[in-house]
């Protein structure tokens, strides 16, 4: 059974940087990481994936200012949010996707920014 826990939210001011991490209990057969993130009263918006192959991909609305990186020795993948602001506060979840698998979430890490 995979599991993933996440870690490094918290309550920022807008302009900080703020780094998050999701782990796995497994990295075998992982293909891709992505970090979602849902905001009070709205739906939940992928922004940000990366291969096994280290292809990364993001949203327009986080794009220049989010990073997203894994250390595949620690079986963890990062978010680094550069230049916050208050409309990056959400709940931020990790999904890991693996081949021929269901895809596995993380339990969630609130990041606040405020103005």
């Known amino acids: 059974q995979v599991q993933l826990k996440e870690s490094g939210g918290g309550s920022v001011q807008a302009g900080a940087s703020l780094t998050i991490s999701c782990t796995t209990s497994?990295?075998?057969?992982?293909k891709a990481w992505k970090w979602h993130r849902q905001a009070p009263g709205k739906q939940r918006e992928l922004i940000?994936?990366?291969?096994?192959?280290?292809?990364?991909s993001y949203a327009d609305s986080v794009k220049d200012r989010f990073n997203i990186y894994q250390d595949n020795a620690k079986k963890t993948v990062y978010l680094q949010m550069n230049n916050l602001e208050p409309e990056d506060t959400a709940v931020y979840y990790c999904n890991a996707e693996y081949w021929g698998r269901n895809p596995y979430w993380g339990q969630g890490t609130q990041v606040t920014v405020s103005s």
């Open positions: 497994h990295i075998i057969g992982l």
């Open positions: 940000a994936v990366i291969t096994a192959g280290d292809s990364t």
